[in-house]
């Protein structure tokens, strides 16, 4: 059984900074693409970050260079640290996990297992 559990979501000011964690179980961080998706109020989920086998990473233009997707293999959790948030950056964070990996950042379609979201409120 696929457990993914998002955390570290809150209230925070612009500019400031938050870092979200994603702690899996039943599924290996090591192994194929996991990454993070975003859903603002009225808005489609928007996947923004992920990270390869290989370590390698990719993002949208809006977040890079203030977010940074990392993964802690030893502890199974993946982490995002958020510098210079914006209002816009409002939204229900979630981390996915897929089964295959491919170049660039997948759609959503190509993860499989999904935590239940933390918020992150930027005002």
């Known amino acids: 059984h696929v457990q993914l559990v998002e955390s570290g979501g809150e209230l925070v000011q612009p500019g400031g900074s938050l870092r979200l964690s994603c702690t899996a179980s039943?599924?290996?961080?090591?192994?194929?693409?996991i990454g993070w998706f975003r859903q603002a109020p009225g808005k489609e989920r928007e996947g923004f970050a992920s990270?390869?086998?290989?370590?390698?990473?990719n993002y949208i233009v809006s977040v890079k260079g203030r977010f940074t997707i990392s993964k802690d293999n030893a502890k199974n959790t993946l982490y995002l640290q958020m510098t210079s948030l914006k209002p816009e950056d409002t939204a229900r964070y979630y981390c996915?996990?897929?089964?295959?990996?491919?170049?660039?950042?997948?759609?959503?379609?190509?993860?499989?297992?999904w935590g239940q979201g933390t918020q992150v409120t930027v005002s």
């Open positions: 996915a996990a897929a089964l295959s990996c491919s170049e660039g950042l997948m759609p959503a379609w190509r993860y499989k297992y």
């Open positions: 039943g599924y290996s961080v090591r192994t194929p693409c």
């Open positions: 990270i390869a086998p290989t370590g390698s990473t």
